[in-house]
């Protein structure tokens, strides 16, 4: 064989390498990070309602977190269907995510600081987003969890905004993953 076609199948065999390699290392790094797994299907709730407004996807690679928002009803109890992408990153219990609503022609943006309570089961914290409509910045109480209702303690959270963990139980969560 000539130099030549040695050259090119040596340089197809690393191409197909490195593109296998590119694939699995983000597998591989995902399974052996420590950060909290919250992957998964979760319900929406807020402080308009005591059943869910809506469904979350979110995606997880290691610490990397993307996904979206599925609203289903709106804050007067009409059926809606609003649709929120965003992408985020979690540190120990402390999910941080940047979302907008890209049908939106105003373009809702915000941000979303969300704490992982009860054994990774629910999702506690605050949304603050402009919107274009009203032309102002709102804040509200937000919390998702993979159960189907409210718990008294979330119920509590949505309407006064203080999380409802004694300081012992946040000291094991800030030690156990």
Not at 49 to 65: D, F, L
Not at 79 to 101: A, D, K
Not at 107 to 115: Q, T
Request: charged letters at 25%; a positive charge; aromatic letters at 10%.
């Amino acid at each position: 064989m000539s130099e030549f076609v040695l050259g090119v199948l040596a340089g197809i065999v690393s191409s197909v390498v490195m593109g296998l390699l590119a694939w699995v290392w983000p597998i591989i790094l995902a399974w052996s990070n420590k950060e909290t797994k919250i992957a998964g299907e979760w319900k929406w709730f807020d402080c308009t309602s005591n059943e869910s407004v809506g469904a979350v996807t979110i995606k997880q690679r290691g610490e990397h977190v993307t996904g979206e928002f599925i609203r289903s009803k709106s804050g007067d109890g009409q059926t809606t269907s609003r649709r929120f992408t965003f992408t985020g990153t979690i540190y120990g219990h402390t999910l941080i995510l940047s979302y907008r609503e890209p049908e939106d022609p105003k373009n809702i943006r915000g941000a979303i600081i969300l704490r992982v309570v009860s054994g990774r089961a629910d999702m506690y914290g605050k949304t603050m987003y402009f919107d274009g409509y009203r032309g102002k910045i709102s804040t509200i109480n937000f919390f998702i969890s993979r159960k189907e209702r409210l718990s008294d303690s979330a119920k509590e959270y949505l309407s006064s905004g203080e999380l409802p963990i004694s300081s012992k139980e946040h000291e094991t969560q800030n030690t156990t993953k």
